[in-house]
């Protein structure tokens, strides 16, 4: 008999995904599907209008409206009116939204390794503080060393732990005992 509580795992709902307990699902409920994440980097290439969006991803007005309306609704962009007669409004990242620009880079990076054709990168990121082209590089915020898959383990953050979940995750089962 195991001494730990143990855990299950249930199927959800995508339109339920946003409850889970899940940082990953959290997010994905706002920004999980592609259109948004093109409406994204749209953005943080300095597109604001809706007609350049639409001219830029080819999103039928319906789509692209949803995708703008639901990154309002959430808080990531704001709309803003830049004309009154007739009224007109451009779409800004606030401040979460901006929080997303590490995404988007890792995408990018990602995206240049594994699926660039053979003339290369699309874009060349371009650090305005040395001016230096660069690769977005995901580092420990306590050493600086790059974080890499195989040097991180995740363990029960204090929602999981409320919840009962032991301290290793996912919940290893023992080891089957020989006879």
Do not use: N
């Amino acid at each position: 008999m195991a001494s730990e509580k143990e855990v299950t795992f249930v199927a959800v709902r995508w339109s339920d995904i946003g409850e889970m307990t899940c940082s990953v699902a959290r997010t994905l409920a706002v920004v999980g599907d592609r259109w948004t994440l093109m409406v994204l980097r749209d953005c943080f290439l300095g597109t604001r209008r809706f007609d350049d969006f639409q001219a830029q991803l080819g999103a039928t007005p319906h789509v692209l409206s949803d995708r703008l309306r639901k990154l309002v609704d959430e808080g990531v962009l704001e709309r803003v009116a830049y004309q009154e007669r007739p009224v007109r409004h451009e779409y800004k990242l606030t401040e979460k939204g901006l929080d997303l620009y590490p995404v988007i880079a890792s995408l990018v990076r990602w995206g240049d390794r594994w699926e660039a054709g053979e003339e290369g990168a699309p874009l060349e990121l371009h650090h305005r503080t040395c001016g230096h082209a660069t690769t977005p590089t995901l580092v420990c915020s306590e050493c600086d060393e790059p974080i890499e898959a195989r040097a991180i383990e995740a363990r029960p953050g204090p929602a999981l732990r409320a919840l009962g979940f032991p301290e290793t995750f996912p919940p290893r089962r023992p080891a089957p005992q020989e006879d």
